[in-house]
């Protein structure tokens, strides 16, 4: 009888190694996948390589942005704008025509993002 004991337990052993032994495999597959899963999404939002895969806009693109942000009053071509670092700067003016005579008028240093053709107003 002991001996009947013995091999039930022993059996039943085997059982909890070989099920605690499936529970650590998979354990083991769900952290991969999920570690793969994180790797993926990671690599694709930052600015480094979302910087290398585009092309950086024009200057006659940024003169395109300039004038259809302020129209035709704007005097602006491509040999006023300056590359300094990711962005183009640019000073704009404005031309007023009165009944006597026109003159310009300085509307502010603007900045253009070379990536995403964002502008803003620096000054």
């Known amino acids: 009888m002991c ?5 039930e337990s022993e059996s039943l052993m085997k059982k909890k190694i ?6 650590i495999i998979a354990i ?9 899963k994180d790797e993926k999404d990671g690599v694709y939002f930052t600015d480094k390589t979302y910087n290398k895969e585009i092309n950086p806009i024009s200057k006659e693109t ?20 300056k590359k300094v670092g990711d962005k183009y700067k640019v000073e704009l ?10 003159h310009k008028k300085s509307i502010g240093v603007h900045e253009i993002d070379i990536y995403t053709g964002d502008m803003k107003i620096v000054n």
């Open 3 to 7: 001996k009947l004991i013995i091999q």
């Open 18 to 23: 070989i099920i605690g032994m499936l529970l």
């Open 28 to 36: 083991i597959i769900a952290i991969i996948i999920a570690s793969k």
């Open 62 to 81: 940024a003169v395109n942005i300039i004038k259809a942000e302020y129209g035709d009053l704007v005097t602006v071509n491509k040999d006023d704008i």
């Open 93 to 102: 003016f404005i031309t007023i025509n009165d009944e006597e005579h026109s």
